[in-house]
């Protein structure tokens, strides 16, 4: 498999559902005749290898049809939230400038005044009578249109990640690096034609690349998960559906063995994978799952979106007794490197702590139309002159048995709800507002669902917004999971400050969490 579409290639039985979406479904065979009907289209109209076509639908068939419409145009596709607020959309826009969007009519709204520049797909929902799609399209239109040579390091998608600067992040992944990780994955695991996958995270997240791609390489079968709220919706779907695998973000691992769930009531029998990961989860909630689900294995998979997916695996069926904390991230994949190095660039001994560096097939080509940050993040190390490797910013140790074990980040970002996010983005949101004069956000952890952000304003004399006001403004520039959880405002003179005279930020925690009654 050279190209990220021919997964779908080879399948023995045409009919069978490749994806599922509630009382829809798609097979092979229409999901092949739909995406070769969506990829002539974007040929014709004049699309070439690496260029971008932006997809912002809600998850669907039609999103997934999408999906495999540009990989086979030889195009990269961006998957975008459909809810994305309107500052982010435009500045993803102005990133990867794309030079087609596949949306809906409602979509298409949002767009306005955004996409001068690019076509638009107008996708209309999946008719199981004519087995086909119907599209609009603008744009120039190049009847003959032919699709250039390809090759294997041309980018497979774009996916956007919070950035640290106030922007977000185009990770661009080639097909050579997505098909390397998706052939391992696919074999390591056992994923089969018998395998019926879960997907619960959004399309726009790489954790796509298992749900859909190592799923289809291998025959089986999609179910694609609309937003849950409580986790007994999850649960029933897990049951109905007999799920054999299924990937989870930590956060909802939680939420399973919670006092919100009700687990024993469901047959979860045919349930034998979960692979889980984006953020670290703690042991006494994997051993209670295999408590209540005893035939369970687990794939703890670390690996930033940098790295596409998984750069590391620690894949076992019992929990060790007496172990604590987080498990191990593993080690690392075939055609991956990992190194954990100290300052002075030498590798660090067992159960010393050093930053990890990711080299191999699997490292990105670079974000989007942002050169510099590239050179910041892709390095040389000793151990590999002249080859560009990810610096990580997260540091490790490595136990007695060569795994590598997650320690920390070095840098201000945390995990919420399985989305990274960078403290100092949230910060930026609160002060492009005109009446915050400064603004600290810092993460907690509940427990239950994870990092929770704590966000402390000051505000100009006599002009401070309402709580609501303020949620209502950062709802216009950030994400839903962005927003934080509780919002203190203060005086500048109630910030503390270190000998240097920069806000001290653990003292101001420490303080939160004794007013807030949380010590």
């Known amino acids: 498999m050279k190209y990220l579409e021919q997964v779908l290639d080879g399948k023995e039985d045409w009919a069978k559902a490749a994806v599922a979406e509630g009382d829809r479904e798609l097979s092979y065979k229409d999901l092949c005749v739909c995406s070769g009907r969506l990829a002539l289209l974007l040929r014709q109209n004049g699309v070439s290898p690496n260029d971008h076509v932006l997809i912002m639908l809600e998850k669907s068939l039609e999103a997934v049809v999408g999906i495999f419409g540009v990989l086979k145009s030889g195009a990269a596709y961006v998957p975008v939230d459909y809810a994305i607020p309107p500052a982010r959309l435009d500045c993803i826009v102005s990133s990867c400038r794309p030079q087609f969007v596949i949306t809906d009519s409602g979509g298409l709204d949002r767009l306005s005044g955004i996409l001068p520049a690019a076509g638009v797909l107008l996708v209309g929902r999946y008719d199981e009578d004519y087995a086909c799609y119907s599209f609009g399209y603008g744009g120039k239109r190049i009847p003959n249109g032919r699709l250039p040579g390809r090759s294997d390091k041309d980018t497979a998608y774009v996916i956007y990640t919070s950035g640290s600067t106030g922007r977000p992040k185009g990770v661009m992944i080639s097909h050579k690096s997505a098909a390397a990780f998706i052939r391992t994955a696919t074999d390591l695991v056992g994923y089969s034609q018998d ?108 690996g930033p979106t940098e790295t596409t997916h998984s750069a590391t695996l620690y894949i076992f069926d019992r929990v060790p007794p007496g172990a604590g904390g987080f498990l191990p991230i593993g080690k690392p994949l075939p055609g991956v490197q990992v190194w954990a190095l100290d300052e002075d660039g030498r590798q660090v001994k067992p159960g010393e702590i050093g930053e990890l560096y990711i080299g191999g097939v699997q490292v990105m080509k670079g974000y989007c139309g942002d050169p510099a940050r590239t050179r910041e993040v892709l390095v040389e190390i000793p151990a590999r002159p002249g080859e560009k490797v990810y610096r990580t910013g997260d540091y490790v140790t490595v136990d007695e048995d060569g795994n590598y074990v997650f320690v920390g980040r070095k840098d201000d970002a945390v995990k919420v709800g399985g989305h990274l996010v960078y403290l100092s983005e949230v910060e930026q949101a609160l002060l492009a507002h005109g009446n915050i004069m400064d603004a600290i956000v810092l993460a907690d952890e509940d427990g239950l669902f994870n990092a929770r952000l704590q966000a402390f304003v000051v505000c100009r004399e006599g002009r401070q917004p309402t709580a609501e006001d303020l949620v209502s403004w950062l709802r216009q520039k950030l994400p839903a999971y962005m927003l934080p959880d509780r919002l203190v405002f203060l005086s500048g003179a109630e910030i503390p400050k270190n000998a240097s005279g920069k806000a001290d930020r653990r003292a101001l925690a420490a303080r939160y969490r004794r007013t807030a009654g949380l010590e």
């Not at 690349?209 to 799923?215: E, I, R, S």
């Not at 998960?225 to 409580?230: A, C, L, Q, Y």
């Open 195 to 302: 395998t019926r996958f879960l997907n619960v995270s959004p399309l726009y997240f790489d954790a796509s690349l298992v749900d859909l791609f190592c799923t289809l390489k291998a025959g089986g079968t999609v179910f694609l998960m609309k937003k849950f709220v409580w986790p007994n919706e999850l649960l029933n779907v897990l049951d109905q559906e007999r799920i054999t695998d299924t990937l989870m973000v930590s956060s909802v691992l939680k939420l399973l063995v919670s006092r919100f769930s009700n687990l024993r009531r469901y047959s979860l029998d045919s349930l034998r994978t979960i692979w889980y990961g984006a953020e670290p989860c703690p042991t006494e909630v994997i051993r209670e799952l295999k408590r209540l689900l005893p035939q369970l294995r687990f794939i703890h998979g670390y």
